[in-house]
């Protein structure tokens, strides 16, 4: 069964980043043209997005070979029903 995750998204560049809860911990992922990346399980909303965007600055430095200015930590907001479904068995 499909379900909506509960949570906050932000963009960096032109990937989209989420934080969502479940359960008692925070599930990080990241995804874009061509990218599907799943981060590890954080305790806390703060350090999922810090994972989150730490997770994304890594992937543009080491896989598209980018240097990157410093940037502020981009915005986030609060999920919808329709940005990120998962399979639940």
Not at 12 to 24: G, I, K, P, W
Not at 43 to 65: G, I, N, P, T
Request: aromatic share 14%; with cysteine.
């Amino acid at each position: 069964m499909f379900r909506c995750m509960t949570g906050f998204k932000a963009q960096y560049q032109d990937l989209t980043l989420l934080a969502v809860s479940e359960f008692n911990e925070w599930k990080v992922l990241m995804y874009g043209p061509g990218v599907i990346c799943h981060g590890t399980h954080q305790f806390s909303e703060a350090k999922a997005k810090q994972h989150a965007v730490d997770l994304a600055r890594h992937y543009v430095q080491e896989r598209r070979h980018e240097s990157l200015p410093e940037v502020a930590d981009p915005e986030w907001s609060p999920t919808s029903y329709d940005d990120w479904l998962v399979w639940t068995g």
